[in-house]
């Protein structure tokens, strides 16, 4: 992504921040804090499939407001983010290598077509202990979102831990058809898909995928079982 755009959405993202309603972020902006904001990773060119997980991880207040060219300076390509060695990361990875693995290329090959954003641009620890904060701060992040899932090349949403009620409600385009359904059901590695419209007016391929940061942690076999599936359907 050029650092011209990457700097427009960092700078619209913490304008959102600014004027959050969200009852966790004014709470804060109250005691003359802010939320730090992330932005997704990925290759405009050439990313075909994208990982959309909940929200960016650990709860980061600032002093002062963010400044669009130093979060510029800061983002990782996608290659960077998934070296890092959290949880998200790591199982990420480990499924993109299974993919790879299946359609017989290369692990780089198969990096370039992928990259993730998250529903709500805003940083914390546990998107469980938000509440109704969370439903505020992922209906605010959508103009970040459709951005990111506007890119030319981009085929499929890959749902991690994303229920459907939370994408019916923001992302699906009402009225739109639900096309070619599949449901794989298994104890840690079950996914489900279909084609439909989004709210931006394009036809995406949505795959629903287990928690793969879940806090019980997944196995690998399931993590392969996952990129093997995805391989097969992408």
């Not at 300076?73 to 983010?81: K, R």
């Not at 077509?113 to 992040?141: A, M, P, R, Y």
């Amino acid at each position: 992504m050029s650092d011209e755009k990457l700097n427009a959405l960092y700078k619209k993202a913490i304008e959102i921040e600014q004027c959050s309603k969200s009852p966790r972020l004014q709470l804060i902006h109250n005691q003359k804090l802010y939320c730090e904001v992330g932005l997704g990773t990925y290759y405009p060119e050439s990313t075909k499939y994208m990982f959309i997980s909940l929200n960016p991880g650990s709860n980061s207040y600032l002093n002062e407001q963010q400044n669009p060219s130093e979060a510029c300076s800061q983002h990782p390509t996608f290659a960077q983010y998934l070296d890092f060695r959290f949880r998200y990361a790591i199982n990420m990875r480990k499924i993109i290598t299974a993919f790879a693995e299946t359609k017989g290329i290369s692990y780089e090959e198969s990096l370039v077509q992928f990259g993730t954003t998250d529903l709500s641009i805003f940083h914390s620890q546990n998107t469980s202990d938000l509440k109704e904060s969370f439903f505020v701060e992922v209906k605010e992040s959508l103009p970040i979102l459709i951005e990111d899932l506007s890119i030319s090349k981009l085929q499929a949403l890959i749902l991690s831990g994303v229920n459907y009620e939370t994408f019916f409600y923001n992302l699906y385009k009402q009225g739109s058809p639900i096309i070619g359904h599949y449901y794989k059901n298994t104890k840690q590695d079950w996914v489900v898909s279909f084609r439909t419209t989004l709210i931006n007016n394009r036809e995406y391929d949505v795959y629903f995928i287990t928690h793969i940061s879940a806090t019980r942690g997944m196995l690998d076999s399931s993590l392969y079982s996952i990129g093997h599936e995805l391989a097969k359907r992408l």
